[in-house]
């Protein structure tokens, strides 16, 4: 079936550092989305993407946060400067439409922040 | 806000056996249901949706009704293989939330089957 990618797999980086995570998602998709999943708790939802904007973000979705797809490129969530409570597991997911479409999940990308 | 509560794992049990995976949910309006599967180094696969309450969605030899009544979404296999072991998320879709097209969450059930 129709794959999402994300890069990289794995990311340790010092405590405010910027750091960007890539996500390549379903060729002809139109929506994106970040979801965080803190070690043992369930995922949570940060933000969605269409048509090059935010549509709506969570509580979770903080200043230091930006997302963008430039040029139909990768899709990428950009945390400057990162916090030690940025530590989790980021999946990014895309899907051809809203609400009832299912949405496609990427493997994740584990950041550790020290 | 929205919230959805699903069995604590880890969930082992041998081939052959049957599984049942609770989950439960609240939200303000009726929303649509959905199981999601992760196996090992993958991303959550979709395995079923239900968006209408009293009906049933089924995939792989798994199923859930959507119970409106009761507000649960449970999944149910009559005989589990080894193939079988992923974690498994019940999540939701509710159109009175501001964000749509946003899910909410379980935390997981880890399934383990062994042969």
């Known amino acids: 079936g129709p794959k999402v990618l994300q890069i990289p797999s794995h990311q340790i980086i010092d405590m405010g550092q910027m750091v960007t995570l890539n996500c390549d998602p379903v060729?002809?998709?139109?929506?994106f989305y970040w979801y965080k999943q803190i070690l043992g708790q369930q995922m949570e939802f940060l933000v969605n993407?269409?048509?090059?904007?935010?549509?709506?973000k969570s509580k979770l979705f903080k200043d230091q946060f930006s997302v963008e797809r430039p040029d139909g490129s990768y899709f990428t969530l950009k945390i400057q400067p990162t916090a030690l409570e940025d530590s989790a597991v980021y999946f990014c997911?895309?899907?051809?439409?809203?609400?009832?479409?299912?949405?496609?999940f990427g493997p994740g990308t584990r950041l550790t922040v020290l | 806000g929205d919230s959805v509560t699903q069995t604590e794992g880890p969930v082992t049990l041998s081939e052959g056996t049957s599984l049942t995976v609770n989950c439960s949910y609240e939200?303000?309006?009726?929303?649509?249901l959905f199981w999601y599967v992760q196996y090992p180094g993958e991303g959550p696969q979709l395995l079923f949706k239900?968006?209408?309450?009293?009906e049933k969605g089924s995939n792989r030899g798994f199923e859930a009704t959507y119970n409106k009544e009761a507000t649960s979404f449970h999944l149910q296999k009559a005989s589990v293989q080894e193939s079988d072991s992923a974690v498994y998320y019940c999540?939701?879709?509710?159109?009175?939330?501001?964000?749509?097209?946003?899910?909410?969450f379980g935390r997981g059930t880890r399934l383990q089957v062994y042969a």
């Open positions: 997911a895309s899907s051809y439409g809203q609400s009832s479409y299912e949405q496609y």
């Open positions: 060729s002809n998709h139109l929506y």
């Open positions: 993407f269409y048509n090059g904007k935010v549509m709506e």
């Open positions: 939200t303000k309006q009726y929303p649509t």
């Open positions: 239900v968006p209408k309450a009293n």
């Open positions: 999540a939701l879709s509710d159109p009175g939330t501001q964000v749509v097209g946003q899910l909410t």
